[in-house]
């Protein structure tokens, strides 16, 4: 008998902590609900996300920007490369090379200083830094010349980047030619490619109309097929 009544005890015990444990479950499941979120992951501001976004904008008409720059402002943004970099004319290299007459002039443009691999790679396929390349570069250095040891984010503001560049230009490159105003690269040059395209897309449609009646009998019977379309058009609101 007391036997019987210990494993009743056992067993009670075992049952009791199981309900005790389902409802922690449950409760807890309650508190701390959480809803999925609806992308995995975290968000991280990566700067190719803003390459998608500039390589879909043009690239500043240089013969518009430059004249117009402000000069004072591209020295201030100077300040942020002066950590590696001076552009004075005869200035020494530092973590960075000397920039003086940087703009229009050849990539490695320091004979003494000791660039990386990456930074002679690029040299081969773009042999100077003329505007576009410069504002590429300065945009995000290490997308534009993978493995650079240039270690610097870039400058994502397109003003900055023209104001420094204009600077930069001031700083023994003023002989580097500014282009004349380019009419593709203005805002809004895009837009008669779309305009194009319109009456493109509509033309091949027009015939695709044209065809569907010819599936049936000779001219004749034109009129007949002409009726199905006008039977069928009460369909398009359904599908
Ligand atoms: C942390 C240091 C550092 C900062 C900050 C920095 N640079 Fe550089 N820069 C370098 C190094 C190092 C190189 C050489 C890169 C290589 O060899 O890959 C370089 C290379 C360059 C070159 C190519 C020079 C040549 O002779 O081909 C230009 C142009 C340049 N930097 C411009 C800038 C500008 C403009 C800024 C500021 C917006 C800047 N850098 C900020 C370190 C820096």
Redesign the pocket.
Known sequence: MSGDLKWNKIFGAALGTAFVILVVQQASGLIYHSEPPEKMGYFVDAPDEVAGAEQAELPPDWGTVLPTADLAAGEA??A??????NATQGGADG???N?YG?VG??????AG????D??AKH?AEAPT?GYDQ?NS??TA?ARY?P??????AG?RDTQTRIN?IAW?RSQGSSGFAIPAPDPARQPGAAAPAEGEAAPAEGAPATEATGEAPAVGEPATTQATPAAPPAATSPAPPNS
């Open positions: 943004a100077f942020r490369c002066q950590a590696c970099h973590i960075g090379p920039l940087v002039g050849p990539v490695m443009h320091r200083f000791a660039y990386s990456a930074m040299k830094w410069l570069f300065i250095p010349v493995g650079t040891k240039m270690s610097f400058i420094l930069l």
